[in-house]
């Protein structure tokens, strides 16, 4: 019985992660060691045995080597599993900073983003380039305006928070009355 793992991974070659290359090494090594002893195992068909002992011992061989092979596909798929972990791990860190750069800024961080750009703290690029073009008076007032629209945002938001909590509370008092325990014993 003999496994082939070479094309395991050439359908999917267009998608590599650094883990990859290990996952190759080790389907190469898996399949040699397999072969070895499947090759082990054909030797034993040309073996004449005379005696009970010698059919013992050949049998024993045979045996063996098939223990070997599955002690090597159990190595093999528990190294699998580990690599799939890795590579869900790698993928899912990739996703979480790809999240975080796309997640809403506060006020705040664009304030401070707005001032380094301002002060041409960050790398030269299409926005730095038009507000270098821009006169500073312009950008003070459309600075000004951020601030006052952000002053609004917050006097708004002041405004719908006791109405939010208010929902909140209701929810969750509704939310208490819908749950009613039982006695499993009873």
């Known amino acids: 019985m003999n496994i082939s793992f070479n094309n395991l991974f ?17 389907i190469q090594k898996t399949q040699s060691q397999i072969d070895f002893f499947e090759g082990k195992k054909a ?5 004449h045995c005379t005696t009970l002992d010698e059919i013992a011992e050949k049998l024993a061989l045979y045996n063996n080597y098939n223990d070997q092979i599955d002690a090597v596909k159990k190595q093999f798929n528990y190294e699998q599993m580990m690599h799939c972990m890795d590579e869900a791990e790698e993928l899912g860190e990739k996703i979480a900073e790809a999240a975080e750069e796309l997640e809403p800024k506060t006020a705040e961080e664009r304030r401070e983003e707005l001032a380094k750009e301002a002060l041409g703290v960050e790398d030269e690029g299409i926005l730095d380039e038009m507000l270098d073009e821009l006169p500073e008076e312009t950008l003070e007032e459309t600075l000004e305006d951020m601030l006052q629209d952000d002053q609004t945002m ?13 929902q909140e509370k209701l929810t969750e008092m509704y939310l208490d009355r819908q749950y ?5 014993k009873a």
């Open 10 to 26: 050439t359908q999917n070659n267009g998608y590599h992660l650094k883990s990859t290359e290990e996952k190759m090494e080790r």
């Open 43 to 47: 030797e034993l068909k040309d073996m």
């Open 154 to 166: 917050k006097e708004a938001l002041e405004e719908e928070l006791p109405e939010v909590l208010e």
């Open 180 to 184: 009613v325990p039982f006695d499993t």
